[in-house]
């Protein structure tokens, strides 16, 4: 086995130091399996005097200046793992223009400038991977442009944000607080860098936006994904959900309308108990998938981490150098070959779940029901449990049957200001077949 095909790595964080590690512990096996010896050469950092003692170990070089690496013509693959917008896309950029591969895992680059990427990794005929961008460790990317590629995908839904998925988790089975559950979410090595893009959905709209563009085979952006994180979810929403048999999980849903167009939309759905994702916990994601020919197909597996997520990226070094071998770099396009219309907001329709903090009084449910009715909104179900301020406010709890995106925002608009709601202080999907 002669040839040996060399890394420049960008950034030596959580990921980038898992990356060194699974590639110097493991490989003999991935020399076998690749056919040629794989080497990180040079790692670009920001602080040569800060690296991480489990990395130093190993016998690499390191550089202040990306030049370095993008003027080495032994380093084939650039790998970019240091996170954020800027300047990480100026740094693919120029690795492909300096006719180098490239593998991330930064879906905020991806989900802003994924098109246009791609549009550059093609003209160079360059390999462009991003296995670890969603869903850390799952296979989801490959099988979306490959395993899945005879396919028309007509829904994704899937947990693909690990800190939330482990916040909820934690605060239903163990009753943690909100703050709690975060900090430890944070101390793992899940959390983005800062957190608000993992607790506001914004990661996981980013995510769903790359999943999407690759299912549907049109461009989304982060612009095209309506977004609505974990932030508004209380302990009692949580134990409302158990009442009624579900469990809240946030999710990012894409579906393909072939009359109305796409939605993309991340946002906390209650699940019935029995459905696949509600027992996907921890930091765990799962992506749900249906397709015309394979129909429902689930991936599963951690979300997040440093030894999951280089799993993903090291398996995209190991793709791309072995279409080096083979001379067959480029050969899986991006496939954003159509321009679809995202689907009107009157025309999305969900089953809701509200949570009101009501004026305990004869006719408030009354006044509810009328400005549910002035938005063609019909409602399934009414629970009032609590009664609370001495007996002068409730918790009214309901359940909607369909209804749509515009009907729901209007309702909302004109519940915030009636007089006998006090707050809304919480609203939800249910995703229920039996609704
Ligand atoms: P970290 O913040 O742990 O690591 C990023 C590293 O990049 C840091 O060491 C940072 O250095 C370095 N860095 C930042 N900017 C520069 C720069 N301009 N030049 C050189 N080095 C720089 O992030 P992660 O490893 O967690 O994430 C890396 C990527 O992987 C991100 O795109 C993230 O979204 C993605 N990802 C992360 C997952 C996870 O579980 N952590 C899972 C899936 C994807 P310094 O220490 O000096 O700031
Ligand atoms: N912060 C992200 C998460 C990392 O929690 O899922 C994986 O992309």
């Given at each position: 086995?002669?040839?040996?095909?060399?890394?420049?790595?960008?950034?030596?964080?959580?990921?980038?130091?898992?990356?060194?590690?699974?590639?110097?512990?493991?490989?003999?096996?991935?020399?076998?399996?690749?056919?040629?010896?794989?080497?990180?050469?040079?790692?670009?950092?920001?602080?040569?005097?800060?690296?991480?003692p489990e990395i130093e170990?190993?016998?690499?070089?390191?550089?202040?200046?990306?030049?370095?690496?993008?003027?080495?013509?032994?380093?084939?693959?650039?790998?970019?793992?240091?996170?954020?917008?800027?300047?990480?896309?100026?740094?693919?950029?120029?690795?492909?223009?300096?006719?180098?591969?490239?593998?991330?895992?930064?879906?905020?680059?991806?989900?802003?400038?994924?098109?246009?990427?791609?549009?550059?990794?093609?003209?160079?005929?360059?390999?462009?991977?991003?296995?670890?961008?969603?869903?850390?460790?799952?296979?989801?990317?490959?099988?979306?442009?490959?395993?899945?590629?005879?396919?028309?995908?007509?829904?994704?839904?899937?947990?693909?944000?690990?800190?939330?998925?482990?916040?909820?988790?934690?605060?239903?089975?163990?009753?943690?607080?909100?703050?709690?559950?975060?900090?430890?979410?944070?101390?793992?090595?899940?959390?983005?860098?800062?957190?608000?893009?993992?607790?506001?959905?914004?990661?996981?709209?980013?995510?769903?936006?790359?999943?999407?563009?690759?299912?549907?085979?049109?461009?989304?952006?982060?612009?095209?994904?309506?977004?609505?994180?974990?932030?508004?979810?209380?302990?009692?929403?949580?134990?409302?959900?158990?009442?009624?048999?579900y469990v809240v999980k946030?999710?990012?849903?894409?579906?393909?309308?072939?009359?109305?167009?796409?939605?993309?939309?991340?946002?906390?759905v209650m699940l019935p108990?029995?459905?696949?994702?509600?027992?996907?916990?921890?930091?765990?994601?799962?992506?749900?998938?249906?397709?015309?020919?394979?129909?429902?197909?689930?991936?599963?597996?951690?979300?997040?981490?440093?030894?999951?997520?280089?799993?993903?990226?090291?398996?995209?070094?190991?793709?791309?150098?072995?279409?080096?071998?083979?001379?067959?770099?480029?050969?899986?396009?991006?496939?954003?070959?159509?321009?679809?219309?995202?689907?009107?907001?009157?025309?999305?329709?969900?089953?809701?779940?509200?949570?009101?903090?009501?004026?305990?009084?004869?006719?408030?449910?009354?006044?509810?029901?009328?400005?549910?009715?002035?938005?063609?909104?019909?409602?399934?179900?009414?629970?009032?449990?609590?009664?609370?301020?001495?007996?002068?406010?409730?918790?009214?709890?309901?359940?909607?049957?369909?209804?749509?995106?515009?009907?729901?925002?209007?309702?909302?608009?004109?519940?915030?200001?009636?007089?006998?709601?006090?707050?809304?202080?919480?609203?939800?999907?249910?995703?229920?077949?039996?609704?």
């Amino acid at each position: 086995m002669e040839k040996t095909v060399k890394i420049g790595l960008l950034g030596c964080g959580t990921v980038g130091g898992g990356v060194i590690i699974v590639l110097n512990e493991n490989k003999e096996e991935i020399a076998k399996k690749a056919g040629c010896k794989i080497e990180v050469k040079t790692v670009l950092v920001r602080d040569k005097n800060k690296l991480k003692p489990e990395i130093e170990k190993y016998n690499i070089g390191y550089t202040d200046n990306l030049d370095d690496i993008l003027n080495d013509p032994e380093i084939s693959i650039v790998v970019e793992l240091i996170g954020r917008v800027h300047p990480a896309k100026e740094y693919i950029e120029a690795a492909l223009n300096h006719g180098k591969h490239v593998v991330t895992a930064n879906k905020d680059v991806l989900a802003d400038y994924g098109k246009a990427l791609f549009t550059l990794a093609a003209e160079k005929k360059a390999d462009f991977q991003f296995e670890g961008a969603v869903g850390g460790g799952i296979p989801i990317i490959r099988p979306l442009r490959s395993c899945l590629a005879a396919n028309k995908i007509s829904s994704l839904m899937g947990i693909i944000n690990g800190t939330t998925n482990y916040m909820l988790t934690r605060m239903t089975e163990d009753g943690l607080s909100y703050g709690d559950a975060l900090a430890e979410a944070q101390a793992k090595g899940y959390a983005e860098s800062d957190p608000t893009a993992d607790v506001e959905g914004i990661d996981a709209a980013r995510k769903i936006a790359v999943l999407a563009s690759l299912a549907f085979n049109t461009p989304l952006t982060l612009k095209d994904v309506h977004v609505e994180g974990i932030d508004n979810i209380e302990a009692c929403d949580i134990e409302y959900a158990r009442d009624l048999g579900y469990v809240v999980k946030l999710l990012g849903v894409a579906k393909n309308d072939p009359e109305n167009g796409i939605t993309a939309n991340v946002y906390p759905v209650m699940l019935p108990k029995n459905h696949p994702l509600a027992s996907v916990n921890d930091v765990y994601n799962a992506i749900y998938v249906n397709g015309d020919a394979v129909g429902d197909a689930m991936f599963m597996g951690r979300g997040a981490g440093r030894m999951p997520t280089a799993s993903a990226v090291c398996s995209d070094i190991i793709d791309v150098s072995r279409n080096i071998l083979f001379n067959a770099c480029g050969r899986v396009n991006s496939n954003l070959f159509e321009k679809k219309k995202m689907c009107p907001p009157d025309k999305e329709m969900a089953n809701c779940y509200f949570r009101l903090l009501v004026t305990e009084r004869p006719g408030v449910l009354a006044a509810i029901a009328s400005t549910f009715a002035a938005q063609q909104m019909s409602i399934a179900s009414v629970i009032q449990k609590n009664v609370m301020d001495n007996g002068t406010s409730a918790e009214l709890v309901i359940i909607t049957n369909k209804v749509s995106k515009l009907s729901l925002d209007l309702s909302l608009r004109t519940l915030q200001v009636l007089p006998v709601v006090k707050k809304v202080c919480s609203v939800m999907r249910v995703e229920d077949p039996k609704l």
